[in-house]
């Protein structure tokens, strides 16, 4: 796994998490729309205990999620050039556009991009002898 894949990885996390979100909302979409028959309780109960296990995985995802937001930001911290340290918090950590970054960061976004490049160049350094 390179550097880059590393920081990325941030963002899968984050998609698992939206994904699990998005299907809660359609259970609860569900269950508010089952009616009062044998059928509609029979089913309202079996979709109360999936969103019931779902909200478990939800808990896990944030946690994992939390976690590997921490692991990317230690290899982070440890760049010395804080520019880098910035633009790849932005981008990786707090899941900014590159437009946005550039924008929190007060410069260009071909600037940000060269600025990235190079962080993740010096990351990879930092990874590879970690």
Do not use: N
Not at 50 to 58: A, D, P, V
Not at 83 to 90: F, G, I, K, N, P
């Amino acid at each position: 796994m390179t550097a880059q894949q590393f920081v990325e990885t941030v963002a899968e996390y984050d998609r698992r998490l939206r994904h699990y979100l998005a299907l809660q909302a359609w259970l609860q979409e569900q269950l508010e729309e089952c009616d009062d028959t044998s059928l509609g309780r029979q089913t309202r109960a079996t979709l109360a205990l999936r969103s019931q296990e779902l909200s478990q995985g939800i808990e896990k995802a944030y946690q994992a999620l939390a976690q590997q937001k921490r692991k990317v930001r230690h290899l982070i911290d440890r760049l010395p050039d804080r520019d880098e340290r910035q633009a790849l918090t932005l981008r990786f950590v707090d899941l900014m556009p590159h437009q946005k970054a550039a924008e929190a960061m007060y410069i260009s976004e071909r600037h940000l991009y060269r600025i990235q490049k190079k962080a993740l160049m010096h990351l990879g350094g930092l990874f590879h002898s970690s």
